[in-house]
């Protein structure tokens, strides 16, 4: 299951090492995912005839891409830590 499509595509949209944006630097990366993310909340929004949703799932869309990373700046610290 490891390497389904799913997971496949999934990650070469949100592994910041495997998508498009592997060439900036962590900050930019994070930025233009921010940026998407709004994006496609309010295409949703919009489509869907909720303009008042918008709101909640841009904030939530905000906050996982947030998390996702800040995990992995966590992660990457740690590391380089732990080689020191």
């Known amino acids: 299951m490891k390497n389904s499509n799913l997971s496949v595509a999934y990650s070469s949209i949100?592994?910041?090492?495997?998508?498009?944006?592997?060439?900036?630097?962590?900050?930019?990366?994070?930025?233009?995912?921010?940026?998407?993310?709004?994006?496609?909340s309010s295409v949703f929004s919009i489509s869907i005839g909720?303009?008042?949703v918008f709101g909640?799932?841009?904030i939530a869309h905000a906050l996982?891409?947030?998390a996702i990373f800040t995990t992995i700046l966590m992660f990457q610290w740690?590391?380089?830590k732990a080689e020191s």
């Open 78 to 80: 740690a590391e380089l």
């Open 14 to 40: 949100m592994d910041e090492s495997k998508n498009p944006f592997r060439n900036y630097p962590l900050p930019t990366t994070h930025l233009l995912m921010q940026i998407l993310a709004w994006i496609w």
């Open 56 to 58: 909640v799932t841009a």
């Open 50 to 52: 909720s303009y008042f």
């Open 64 to 66: 996982l891409i947030g």
